[in-house]
């Protein structure tokens, strides 16, 4: 089993800038795929950015230029750079993680608010 836990979420202005962390921790012999989901209200979860275990990466266009996704593999560690937030923005964000026996695994969503 694993267990991942994001943290970084909160309130920020419009324009703002924002760092997720996404640390996956427990019995797992290896991870290849992880990303970045949100979910706002009334919506459906969506994709934000993913990165392989190699580092390739991978933006919705409504985030491209403007956020970041990062990983340290000797760390378990999956981070997401938010600049130039916008009220859209708002949303619980998720940490999603695929390991090499294909399972994936969702941590439990950190809230992200964009607002004066």
């Known amino acids: 089993q694993a267990q ?7 309130l920020v ?14 019995s797992i012999f290896s991870i290849n795929n992880m990303g970045w989901y949100r979910q706002a209200p009334g ?3 969506e994709l934000v950015a993913t990165i392989t275990s190699s580092g390739s ?20 560690t999956m981070y ?10 708002t949303a619980i964000y998720y940490c999603s993680v695929v390991t090499a026996s294909y399972r994936r ?12």
């Open 43 to 45: 919506k459906q979860r």
């Open 105 to 116: 695994y969702w941590g439990q969503g950190t809230q992200v608010t964009v607002s004066l």
């Open 80 to 89: 997401l750079q938010m600049n130039s937030l916008k009220p859209e923005d």
């Open 13 to 26: 202005q419009p324009g703002g800038s924002l760092r997720l962390s996404c640390v996956v921790s427990g």
């Open 57 to 76: 990466t991978n933006y919705a266009d409504s985030v491209k230029g403007r956020f970041t996704i990062s990983r340290d593999n000797a760390k378990n």
């Open 4 to 10: 991942v836990v994001e943290s970084g979420g909160g």
